[in-house]
């Protein structure tokens, strides 16, 4: 048995039926499982599928008294290392918002003093409703994780974000909450997505960056129990769960944001960060004027984030600095000059001539000092986990 055990809390939606995986992977893993099901949650799957995979009594009803002579609410609500909400509707994420204790889960959920994670699913329009919104960021402030949801096709025919994250999701966002991985008291920092340098209030320049990949680096560390700083530019992703989320613009942005976020264990820059800005970026719109010269911009180069940070004395510099370089031609020995002209210890080499940017694979090269190693095409998720994999290693190894 492992020493962690989860209580599932499973509601009334038709992402229900994903915990059934998700309680298969967790029981895969080690971790126990106990399962509350609310009363619309058994309309979605039933108990005794629940308590086949979980190998325990399913706990659906606040007033029964066989329940509660064996195991009373309170018990069930703090015997857990951690409570899962999946799926969190947009129902019980209101009475959590609010404090209802009116059925078994959501008196659970007020009377636990244990960490609490939410997996929301719902209709795209219920999760981007004011009153959704207003109870999410309460939950937030209280301290309640949130993994997902995703966007895409969902079950009612929309698309949008409310789908519910995927068990395998789900399962990496338990972990981070747990911790005792080969991270565990390590600090990362990330950069990720593209900069956005202003020409006017209106305008601005930018570039393809998707942010997934950095996205994808940060949550792979927090679930090697990483204590992660996320500095991510504009993009339109949802942070991963556990994971300390810095939003910023520019480039000089994310140079001060990541000189506060120092000193850290092991940094990688895999933003797409704008090489320059304009001179001085114009108060006004920029006015189109019949018979005038076009306006013409000049540009200042931007700070280096990655060499900045490179090049910093032995006791500030993070024990390894990684960077990614997106070639179009000549991968190799541009990623290998990349390396040594920016001093970082590592490259992650990419070909982005093909449909790389903003996709959901990747084909990455891991250039080090004395070696490099090509990866197979994997997801951008896979590419991050087998990068956090390599960054555990060669911490352990430094310590040894
Ligand atoms: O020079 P290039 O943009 O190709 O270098 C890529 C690497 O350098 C990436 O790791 C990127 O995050 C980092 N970088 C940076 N600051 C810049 C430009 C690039 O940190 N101004």
């Known amino acids: 048995m492992h020493s962690k055990n989860i209580l599932l809390i499973i509601g009334g939606g038709i992402a229900a039926y994903k915990s059934l995986e998700l309680i298969r992977l967790l029981a895969k893993d080690g971790f126990g499982v106990r399962a509350i099901c609310t009363q619309a949650g058994t309309e979605f799957v039933t ?55 009116n059925d078994l889960a959501s008196t659970c959920l007020l009377a636990t003093d244990q960490p609490v994670l939410l997996a929301p699913a719902m209709n795209v329009r219920m999760w981007e409703h004011a009153a959704t919104k207003r109870n999410v960021k309460t939950l937030l402030d209280d301290g309640v994780q949130f993994v997902g949801p995703n966007a895409g096709d969902m079950a009612c025919g929309e698309f949008g974000p409310g789908r519910m994250a995927e068990p395998e999701e789900i399962l990496t966002a338990i972990k981070a909450q747990l911790g005792g991985g080969p991270l565990t008291g390590k600090s990362a920092l990330v950069t990720a997505g593209p900069t956005h340098e202003p020409i006017d209030p209106v305008r601005y320049l930018a570039n393809r960056s998707s942010g997934k990949q950095g996205f994808a680096v940060a949550e792979a560390l927090a679930a090697l129990g990483a204590d992660v700083t996320l500095i991510s530019g504009p993009v339109n992703i949802t942070a991963p769960s556990g994971v300390k989320l810095v939003q910023v613009e520019t480039a000089c942005e994310m140079l001060r944001a990541t000189e506060n976020a120092l000193p850290v264990d092991v940094a990688v820059f895999a933003a797409a960060v704008a090489d320059w800005r304009t001179d001085a970026a114009s108060c006004q719109k920029i006015k ?109 190894e430094t310590i040894k």
């Open 47 to 101: 108990p005794l599928s629940i308590s086949a995979l979980t190998g325990e009594k399913v706990f659906t009803d606040l007033f029964d008294l066989t329940d509660e002579a064996e195991m009373g609410h309170i018990q069930l609500s703090r015997s857990a290392d951690l409570l899962v909400v999946a799926p969190a509707t947009a129902d019980l994420m209101a009475k959590m918002a609010h404090g209802l204790a």
């Open 288 to 396: 189109k004027q019949k018979g005038k010269a076009t306006p013409e911009l000049c540009f200042t180069e931007n700070p280096d984030i990655l060499a900045t940070v490179s090049a910093l004395p032995k006791n500030k510099r993070p024990q390894l600095v990684i960077g990614f370089a997106a070639e179009t031609e000549q991968l190799i020995e541009h990623a290998t000059q990349k390396r040594l002209r920016k001093k970082c210890d590592w490259i992650v080499a990419n070909d982005v001539s093909g449909d790389v940017m903003g996709a959901d694979h990747n084909q990455v090269v891991l250039i080090r000092e004395t070696d490099m190693d090509p990866w197979p095409k994997l997801s951008k998720k896979q590419t991050a986990q087998k990068l956090a994999a390599a960054i555990a290693d060669e911490l352990s």
